[in-house]
């Protein structure tokens, strides 16, 4: 049986029972714990607590005491208790049941924390036939510095390869397509900008104070992620039947031509960086044959790509 | 089990035995994820918890009457403490990802989830799943084929397949893989399971038949392991074509000084990665095998003659 597990539990109650920030000697008299011979271990055992603590979210208060050298510690309640959400059975029942869908065990004392003094669920019919995965450790890098309004610096390699110290303010994160973003103000480029966490390289480090910056009113956080790298062009191309499907899915529409024995089709919208390699991808069945600039292009990596690999 | 993970728990088991006296241990242990013999070890470290001699301060009672738990005395913690960030922002990204997988199967969970991100202060523009839109119709469309148990006709072009073709499928389960949908189901055409990115769907046509085949007991979510008779191949990768590494998986990626970089990986579908590296439009070379880079230079020649031709003929 270890006395940590009610130590920690006790510590907890302590601070969140007084009035005042106590001293660590008031702290040893009123839980009788840290009375070791030695003052030194007992202190080290007590930052060891607080630091475990503080990791459960244990809003510990550090305070200057005034006319002493020691200092006062002490939790407050209204940033230690969490609020009531008011669910209804049946929404107590619907968040069992999705995170159950998605194997979260991770998120179940979250839950439980939410639904503590909710009524009992419902019995709903558990989902057996959808299941879904989210690997969601890299949302731990960046939550708190969401949370807490706290600047980063990172180390981060572009689309293009390059690496570059970056200097933001995180505002949001996102996922899209087996991918997860950081919606941040970048200092250097004054600017909001889209960060890919699988592109971030190494530890993401704190870069200020929390509090430092405030969140826009409005940031449309899926029209940012979703949005364009480049430049939107109308592209006529020439395809065999077997693409068609394909490419409609993206936008394109028929037209009367035909080139050859091929039908034309016009895309009014792609984005000239992202697309053109989706466009190589089809091969021979799709060529591009307007704008003229990027059917140079395209003529360009294809001529590259046989000298490659001949 | 650690220390850590016991006092997180207790801090919320407090208020949610105070809420609900004469529980029992299997209903604590559900609500919590945990097995009713790590609750009963709990509630002893409780009876040692409190402290007497504050005003009013006393330890907790704990009374357990077989297996029914109420507990006393605790006025100290009547509301649990509040989730970390990451708790928090993992949670509510969870559940985000629930709401366009699930979508009408749980009517009440896109409300529940508002109500969480209230209470947690996380409004959708500081985390937010953003749906695939052109994806919406169909997962819902899979979502009640497996839901019903109906037969569905697919128009499917898989990884290697030169042209669509069309296959009947008894759904079994519908699985959500970071935001890419799955089907998996019986095949009648080859008379096997089979799994059916959602992606690769070009017509999905439900029909009125009951599913006769049963799923197996298991059916694990799809996630692509290595055969044996994989090919495998190697990369070389300019700077431009780094994007690759964040769609494939690599078995070994090397980092050289000039800036380019190598990796080598298996695939069951060795066509996919001649059209992959043709997408790289020249940032990407195959480096082995032969005949890899033979198909490669086969497809780039192909499409050039579109264009007429390497040597700028009509």
Same mark, same amino acid.
């Given at each position: 049986?270890?006395?940590?597990?009610?130590?920690?539990?006790?510590?907890?109650?302590?601070?969140?029972?007084?009035?005042?920030?106590?001293?660590?000697?008031?702290?040893?008299?009123?839980?009788?714990?840290?009375?070791?011979?030695?003052?030194?271990?007992?202190?080290?055992?007590?930052?060891?607590?607080?630091?475990?603590?503080?990791?459960?979210?244990?809003?510990?208060?550090?305070?200057?005491?005034?006319?002493?050298?020691?200092?006062?510690?002490?939790?407050?309640?209204?940033?230690?208790?969490?609020?009531?959400?008011?669910?209804?059975?049946?929404?107590?029942?619907?968040?069992?049941?999705?995170?159950?869908?998605?194997?979260?065990?991770?998120?179940?004392?979250?839950?439980?924390?939410?639904?503590?003094?909710?009524?009992?669920?419902?019995?709903?019919?558990?989902?057996?036939?959808?299941?879904?995965?989210?690997?969601?450790?890299?949302?731990?890098?960046?939550?708190?510095?969401?949370?807490?309004?706290?600047?980063?610096?990172?180390?981060?390699?572009?689309?293009?390869?390059?690496?570059?110290?970056?200097?933001?303010?995180?505002?949001?994160?996102?996922? !899209? %397509? $087996? @991918?997860?973003?950081?919606?941040?103000?970048?200092?250097? #480029?004054?600017? +909001? =900008?889209?960060?890919? /966490? &699988?592109?971030?390289?190494?530890?993401?480090?704190?870069?200020?104070?929390?509090?430092?910056?405030?969140?826009?009113?409005?940031?449309?956080?899926?029209?940012?992620?979703?949005?364009?790298?480049?430049?939107?062009?109308?592209?006529?191309?020439?395809?065999?039947?077997?693409?068609?499907?394909?490419?409609? !899915? %993206? $936008? @394109?529409?028929?037209?009367?031509?035909?080139?050859?024995? #091929?039908?034309? +089709? =016009?895309?009014?919208? /792609? &984005?000239?960086?992202?697309?053109?390699?989706?466009?190589?991808?089809?091969?021979?069945?799709?060529?591009?044959?307007?704008?003229?600039?990027?059917?140079?292009?395209?003529?360009?990596?294809?001529?590259?790509?046989?000298?490659?690999?001949? | 089990?650690?220390?850590?993970?016991?006092?997180?728990?207790?801090?919320?088991?407090?208020?949610?035995?105070?809420?609900?006296?004469?529980?029992?241990?299997?209903?604590?242990?559900?609500?919590?994820?945990?097995?009713?013999?790590?609750?009963?070890?709990?509630?002893?470290?409780?009876?040692?918890?409190?402290?007497?001699?504050?005003?009013?301060?006393?330890?907790?009672?704990?009374?357990?009457?077989?297996?029914?738990?109420?507990?006393?005395?605790?006025?100290?913690?009547?509301?649990?403490?509040?989730?970390?960030?990451?708790?928090?922002?993992?949670?509510?990204?969870?559940?985000?990802?629930?709401?366009?997988?699930?979508?009408?199967?749980?009517?009440?969970?896109?409300?529940?989830?508002?109500?969480?991100?209230?209470?947690?202060?996380?409004?959708?523009?500081?985390?937010?799943?953003?749906?695939?839109?052109?994806?919406?119709?169909?997962?819902?469309?899979?979502?009640?084929?497996?839901?019903?148990?109906?037969?569905?006709?697919?128009?499917?072009?898989?990884?290697?397949?030169?042209?669509?073709?069309?296959?009947?499928?008894?759904?079994?389960?519908?699985?959500?893989?970071?935001?890419?949908?799955?089907?998996?189901?019986?095949?009648?055409?080859?008379?096997?399971?089979?799994?059916?990115?959602?992606?690769?769907?070009?017509?999905?046509?439900?029909?009125?038949?009951?599913?006769?085949?049963?799923?197996?007991?298991?059916?694990?979510?799809?996630?692509?392991?290595?055969?044996?008779?994989?090919?495998?191949?190697?990369?070389?990768?300019?700077?431009?074509?780094?994007?690759?590494?964040?769609?494939?998986?690599?078995?070994?990626?090397?980092?050289?000084?000039?800036?380019?970089?190598?990796?080598?990986?298996?695939?069951?579908?060795?066509?996919?990665?001649?059209?992959?590296?043709?997408?790289?439009?020249?940032?990407?070379?195959?480096?082995?095998?032969?005949?890899?880079?033979?198909?490669?230079?086969?497809?780039?020649?192909?499409?050039?003659?579109?264009?007429?031709?390497?040597?700028?003929?009509?």
């Amino acid at each position: 049986m270890t006395p940590k597990v009610e130590r920690l539990v006790n510590l907890t109650i302590a601070l969140l029972e007084t009035r005042r920030p106590i001293t660590f000697a008031e702290l040893k008299q009123r839980t009788r714990y840290y009375a070791q011979d030695d003052p030194e271990s007992a202190r080290r055992m007590f930052e060891r607590d607080k630091k475990l603590l503080r990791s459960l979210g244990v809003p510990i208060e550090t305070h200057e005491l005034a006319f002493s050298d020691e200092v006062g510690y002490r939790v407050a309640r209204p940033a230690y208790e969490l609020p009531d959400p008011d669910l209804t059975p049946g929404e107590v029942a619907a968040l069992g049941l999705a995170l159950e869908a998605s194997g979260a065990d991770d998120s179940r004392l979250a839950l439980a924390k939410l639904a503590a003094r909710a009524p009992d669920p419902d019995e709903l019919a558990p989902i057996t036939h959808t299941r879904l995965t989210l690997a969601a450790d890299p949302v731990d890098e960046v939550a708190e510095a969401v949370a807490t309004r706290t600047p980063l610096r990172f180390d981060y390699r572009t689309a293009a390869g390059r690496s570059e110290l970056r200097r933001v303010q995180p505002h949001a994160i996102a996922h !899209r %397509r $087996g @991918a997860w973003y950081l919606v941040a103000h970048d200092l250097a #480029r004054e600017a +909001l =900008r889209v960060f890919r /966490l &699988d592109r971030v390289r190494g530890a993401v480090r704190p870069d200020g104070q929390p509090g430092s910056y405030l969140h826009p009113d409005e940031l449309d956080v899926a029209g940012l992620i979703a949005g364009p790298e480049g430049d939107r062009v109308e592209v006529e191309v020439a395809a065999q039947d077997r693409a068609r499907f394909e490419l409609v !899915r %993206r $936008g @394109a529409l028929s037209t009367d031509t035909t080139h050859g024995d #091929r039908s034309v +089709l =016009r895309i009014p919208q /792609l &984005d000239e960086l992202r697309d053109r390699a989706w466009l190589l991808g089809f091969g021979a069945d799709v060529e591009v044959l307007a704008p003229a600039a990027l059917r140079e292009q395209l003529v360009a990596a294809l001529e590259r790509l046989v000298e490659q690999h001949r | 089990m650690s220390a850590r993970d016991s006092v997180a728990r207790m801090l919320t088991l407090v208020p949610w035995l105070l809420e609900r006296p004469g529980a029992s241990l299997s209903e604590a242990a559900a609500a919590f994820g945990t097995e009713p013999a790590t609750i009963r070890r709990e509630l002893l470290h409780l009876d040692f918890c409190g402290l007497p001699g504050l005003a009013g301060g006393d330890l907790f009672e704990v009374e357990l009457v077989g297996d029914r738990v109420v507990l006393g005395m605790a006025d100290e913690l009547t509301r649990p403490l509040r989730p970390t960030p990451q708790e928090a922002y993992r949670l509510v990204l969870t559940l985000d990802a629930a709401v366009v997988a699930l979508g009408d199967d749980l009517p009440q969970l896109r409300a529940a989830v508002d109500k969480v991100r209230g209470v947690l202060g996380i409004p959708e523009q500081q985390a937010d799943v953003v749906p695939d839109d052109e994806d919406t119709a169909l997962l819902a469309a899979a979502r009640a084929a497996v839901r019903d148990q109906r037969r569905v006709r697919l128009r499917y072009r898989g990884r290697s397949d030169e042209e669509p073709t069309t296959r009947e499928i008894d759904p079994w389960t519908l699985d959500l893989v970071d935001g890419q949908g799955y089907l998996q189901g019986f095949d009648h055409g080859v008379g096997e399971r089979r799994v059916f990115r959602l992606d690769r769907v070009l017509g999905f046509e439900p029909t009125e038949i009951p599913v006769l085949t049963p799923a197996p007991a298991q059916l694990p979510p799809p996630r692509y392991v290595p055969g044996p008779d994989d090919l495998e191949v190697e990369l070389r990768l300019q700077r431009g074509a780094r994007w690759l590494l964040d769609a494939i998986d690599a078995d070994r990626i090397e980092e050289h000084a000039d800036g380019t970089t190598w990796c080598v990986l298996r695939t069951d579908a060795p066509e996919f990665i001649a059209r992959l590296v043709l997408s790289g439009g020249g940032d990407l070379e195959v480096v082995r095998p032969a005949s890899l880079r033979a198909r490669v230079r086969e497809l780039a020649e192909a499409a050039l003659a579109n264009y007429g031709g390497e040597d700028g003929a009509p």
